[in-house]
């Protein structure tokens, strides 16, 4: 319904004849005229407007999608680019189809070579098990590495230090050489009569 001519108390009546009072949330104008423009009367035909440029039928644009609509109904639409039977990739695809084992199971990754350091290596080890070996996981021990029984000892000094109300703690490393520790307690600005070294025992990997 249009509005145009119409004022706001006309609007009013209008919408309290058609029965919209009850649905609107307000009575504004705005909030009038919105519901008597959305209301249609029975037999009223309301104008579409279409949005951007006016479509030519005979265009070569309309061409193309009234023949595209045209295959797409008698499936004649393919998508991509043509198959090329001659190329690489199709003849690679067809002999997919003839490499397949002796049970029929198409074969993937590059061919075995039974004379192969690998398969040589796999033979062996499944001869072993077959006679009762026992295949251990994971990497062979290095010889040439020392292991616990095998570390040696050295000797280091660790700093024992004493505070104000004469607990004692640990410092938080120790050193190799009683100089270097001295040294660094000096850095630290403290003075021989607030630590002590005492000598340990450390095992070390050979």
């Known amino acids: ?32 005229t919105a519901a008597l423009e959305a209301y249609q009367e029975p037999g009223e035909v309301i104008d579409e407007k279409f ?4 479509i030519n039928p005979n265009s070569a644009r309309q061409q193309k999608l009234r023949e595209r609509e045209l295959k797409a109904l008698n499936g004649g639409v ?10 690489a990739r199709q003849q690679s695809l067809s002999s997919k189809g003839t490499n397949v084992d002796e049970n029929g199971v198409p074969r993937r990754g590059r061919p075995v070579s039974e ?12 001869m072993k098990i077959a006679a009762g070996y ?14 616990a029984k095998q570390a040696e000892t050295e000797k ?15 410092y938080n490393k120790s050193f190799k050489l009683a100089k270097s520790a001295i040294r660094e307690m000096k850095e630290n600005g403290f003075t021989p009569a607030q630590y002590k070294l005492v000598e340990f025992t450390a095992l070390v990997e050979a």
Do not use: C, W
Request: glycine share 6%; proline share 8%; no cysteine.
């Open 1 to 32: 319904m249009k509005t145009t001519n119409m004022s706001y108390n006309e609007m009013k009546a209008k919408a309290e004849q058609l029965g919209l009072i009850g649905t609107l949330p307000n009575m504004k104008k705005e909030t009038l």
């Open 51 to 54: 949005l951007g440029r006016p």
């Open 78 to 87: 393919k998508r991509g680019r043509p198959v090329n039977p001659e190329s």
């Open 115 to 126: 004379v192969s350091k690998r398969q040589q290596q796999l033979k062996e080890r499944e």
């Open 134 to 147: 026992v295949p251990t996981k994971g990497r062979p021990a290095n010889p040439n590495k020392a292991t």
């Open 156 to 170: 280091r000094f660790q700093i024992v230090i004493t505070d104000e109300n004469g607990s004692t703690h640990n």
